[in-house]
């Protein structure tokens, strides 16, 4: 069953894929990371990738942020 909707969902996934691709070329990554520096010193890097935030969207990837609790 999870492969059957995996299959069907091919085609939204590839497009989203797309569209994203699209969206980070656009980005100006000089100016992202001036206007978000304290955010991006406040959250630091992600613990498995080592990637700061921009870099997380310049590789079109998601981040890890640990909490403590």
């Known amino acids: ?28 990554v000089d100016e992202l990371r001036k206007a978000n520096k304290e955010l991006m010193n406040d959250i630091g890097d992600c613990f ?8 997380a969207i310049e590789a079109q990837d998601c981040m890890c942020i640990g909490l403590q609790i």
């Open 1 to 28: 069953m999870l492969d059957k909707r995996s299959v069907q969902n091919e085609d939204l996934y590839k497009k989203l894929e797309k569209e994203t691709e699209d969206i980070v070329k656009k980005l100006k």
């Open 48 to 55: 498995l990738s080592c990637m700061d935030l921009v870099e």
